[in-house]
């Protein structure tokens, strides 16, 4: 299985502040990484594609690079509705994986 | 706009079989893959399985011996089989839809707690 690593784990960060998550594959994946958001008690929601395709809908805000192993996803000014956990999810091989969860909170 | 909705028990006992289905409204079955992923609680998310609308099935090893998806267009509907369930087994089950080529889960269903328990 391909193991998708997050860091951090978990971030204190303010209402406009810049925010950076990092993504590394235990293996290549070419560009073959979703992003999402889950908010407590909701089922997650699909951000960014293809590493760096924005999902129609979500907010231009939010950015995704990275090719490879290595993949970030960047909200570039902190909103209140941001504060959940990110996780990054890669598709190149079954079994599909999923990070463990960045979670971003309030500072 | 299509919605995903899970239905099944809530509570299952330890060494019987999870049952769940997800029905699919606003949109047609074809052409998707048909995805379970379920989420212990306070944990990630782990990809169960997929069906395609032909029938064809994919499933992570680590659950293949005890898995089965299956689909029903003619309900617009699929469901997912989990055998031998221990408490480990408990969590968030959801079903979500994955497009052929982007293989990103884009639509959710809301999910549904399944507790193993006697």
């Known amino acids: 299985d391909i193991q998708m690593t997050q860091s951090p784990s978990s971030l204190s960060a303010s209402v406009r502040d810049r925010v950076t998550i990092t993504c590394r594959a235990s293996q290549r994946i070419n560009n073959y990484l979703n992003w999402y958001q889950q908010k407590p008690g909701q089922a997650p929601k699909l951000l960014i594609y293809a590493a760096s395709t924005l999902q129609s809908g979500v907010p231009s805000r939010f950015s995704g690079s990275g090719s490879g192993t290595d993949f970030t996803l960047t909200i570039s000014s902190l909103q209140p509705e941001d504060f959940a956990t990110y996780y990054c999810?890669?598709?190149?091989?079954?079994?599909?994986?999923f990070g463990q969860g960045t979670k971003v909170e309030i500072k | 706009q299509v919605q995903l909705q899970e239905s099944g028990p809530g509570l299952v006992k330890p060494s019987e079989t999870l049952s769940l289905t997800c029905t699919v409204s606003g949109g047609s079955i074809s052409s998707y893959y048909w995805n379970w992923i379920r989420q212990p609680p306070g944990t990630g998310l782990e990809w169960i399985g997929y069906?395609?609308?032909?029938?064809?099935?994919s499933y992570n090893p680590s659950l293949k011996s005890r898995v089965t998806i299956s689909v029903d267009t003619s309900k617009n509907q699929f469901s997912l089989k989990l055998s031998s369930v221990t408490a480990a087994d408990t969590a968030a089950y959801y079903c979500?839809?994955?497009?052929?080529?982007?293989?990103?889960?884009?639509?959710w269903g809301q999910g549904t707690m399944v507790t193993v328990s006697s």
């Open positions: 069906v395609f609308n032909s029938g064809s099935t």
């Open positions: 979500a839809r994955a497009a052929y080529g982007e293989e990103a889960f884009d639509i």
């Open positions: 999810q890669q598709r190149y091989n079954i079994p599909w994986t």
